[in-house]
């Protein structure tokens, strides 16, 4: 499966951004669905995940309660609705797709990435 995330910019904090990721190849709704992020000189971070169907979610203690992810999967998209934006949330987000989903969403090595959308956040 092909990742191509959009929507990344830059915005003042307390702003809101939303993130679509577009996925083309095998069937969309095979696979749960995430959003991770790198900061400049940190390591990779989990942010977000959906179940196949959209019923499940699961955040990051980080983002909980200000970021909403959802999936059309008749658009074979995934979206991150970011609200009440922080500087520390700077970095570079990817979208992924995984073939299992769990407790704690996908797992830390998803199956396929798409490259990374910029989102900076200015104080």
């Known amino acids: 499966v092909q990742l191509q995330a959009s929507g990344g910019g830059l915005v003042q904090a307390g702003g809101s951004l939303r993130l679509s990721c577009a996925a083309s190849?095998?069937?969309?709704?095979?696979?749960?669905m995430g959003w991770f992020r790198q900061a400049p000189g940190k390591e990779l971070e989990f942010v977000a995940a959906?179940?196949?169907?959209?019923?499940?979610?699961y955040y990051a203690d980080s983002v909980k309660g200000r970021f909403t992810i959802s999936r059309d999967n008749a658009k074979n998209t995934v979206y991150l609705q970011m609200n009440s934006l922080k500087p520390e949330d700077t970095a570079v987000y990817y979208c992924?797709?995984?073939?299992?989903?769990?407790?704690?969403?996908?797992?830390?090595?998803?199956?396929?990435w798409g490259q990374g959308t910029q989102v900076t956040v200015s104080s």
């Open positions: 959906v179940s196949w169907s959209g019923g499940s979610t």
């Open positions: 992924v797709a995984d073939t299992a989903y769990g407790e704690h969403g996908v797992r830390p090595t998803p199956d396929y």
């Open positions: 190849g095998r069937t969309f709704s095979s696979y749960a």
